[in-house]
């Protein structure tokens, strides 16, 4: 093989590995999740992504200020279609940061008032597999894996340090209420505004 043969083959590696690493970086990337998924919670409690619910997945960072002024808007949501749709939806909490703990996330849980089941993915095992890369960013699952909506809870940030005084795309809700009505989600993905989940 030749000095140009093989600085091409070199040269053509580093290309598709770059190809690689901007397709699996790429915000908004569709994903279909197994049905089949199980995972553990920080009880230690298992659970699988059901096929008679829709789950929706929360990423959340308990020091990130915009994670926690949410948890109010994300307690409200889940009691609301709790009561349109009992038994039919299931919420799961993610916590993606290094250096959490299930005390930490327990006691966050205890001040804001969340009673999901709460996953610790300090590994990013689930932030890698929805592509996640904000907290807090929401993902949508159908029962049969479909991703339908991935991005931001609502409108209310648009930009770090700035909020509207109230929020008027209420994303999040309008994609579970679209799912159970039979309706086109529109949109099915935005820009998630918070903490980058650092890997």
Same mark, same amino acid.
């Given at each position: *093989?030749t000095k140009?043969m093989?600085?091409? *083959?070199?040269?053509f590696?580093?290309?598709?590995?770059?190809s690689i @690493?901007?397709?699996n970086?790429?915000?908004?990337?569709k994903? +279909?999740?197994?049905?089949s998924l199980n995972f &553990?919670? +920080?009880d230690?409690? $298992?659970?699988?992504?059901k096929?008679n619910? @829709?789950n929706?997945f929360?990423f959340?960072? %308990?020091?990130c200020?915009?994670?926690?002024? /949410? %948890?109010? &808007?994300?307690?409200?949501i889940k009691?609301? @279609?709790?009561?349109?749709?009992?038994?039919?939806i299931?919420? !799961?909490t993610?916590?993606?940061?290094k250096?959490a703990t299930s &005390?930490?996330?327990?006691?966050? $849980?205890?001040?804001?008032?969340? $009673?999901?089941?709460?996953?610790?993915?300090?590994?990013?095992l689930f932030a890698n *597999?929805f592509?996640a890369t904000?907290?807090?960013?929401v993902?949508?699952?159908?029962?049969?894996?479909k991703?339908? /909506?991935?991005?931001?809870?609502?409108?209310?940030? !648009?930009?770090?340090?700035?909020?509207?005084a109230?929020?008027?795309?209420? !994303? @999040?809700?309008?994609? +579970?209420?679209?799912?159970f009505n039979k309706?086109?989600?529109?949109p $099915?993905?935005?820009?998630?505004?918070?903490c980058?989940?650092?890997?």
């Amino acid at each position: *093989m030749t000095k140009f043969m093989k600085s091409s *083959m070199i040269f053509f590696r580093l290309i598709l590995l770059f190809s690689i @690493l901007s397709a699996n970086s790429l915000y908004g990337q569709k994903v +279909i999740i197994r049905s089949s998924l199980n995972f &553990t919670d +920080i009880d230690k409690k $298992n659970y699988q992504v059901k096929q008679n619910k @829709l789950n929706v997945f929360i990423f959340l960072d %308990t020091e990130c200020p915009i994670s926690q002024r /949410y %948890t109010s &808007t994300l307690v409200k949501i889940k009691n609301e @279609l709790d009561y349109l749709y009992p038994k039919s939806i299931a919420f !799961y909490t993610v916590f993606p940061t290094k250096g959490a703990t299930s &005390t930490e996330i327990r006691a966050f $849980n205890d001040k804001f008032h969340l $009673n999901y089941p709460s996953l610790l993915d300090s590994h990013h095992l689930f932030a890698n *597999m929805f592509n996640a890369t904000i907290t807090p960013e929401v993902f949508v699952v159908n029962h049969s894996g479909k991703l339908e /909506y991935q991005g931001a809870i609502d409108n209310w940030y !648009y930009q770090l340090g700035k909020a509207r005084a109230k929020a008027d795309s209420l !994303y @999040l809700k309008n994609a +579970i209420l679209s799912v159970f009505n039979k309706k086109k989600v529109d949109p $099915n993905l935005t820009k998630a505004v918070g903490c980058d989940i650092e890997r």
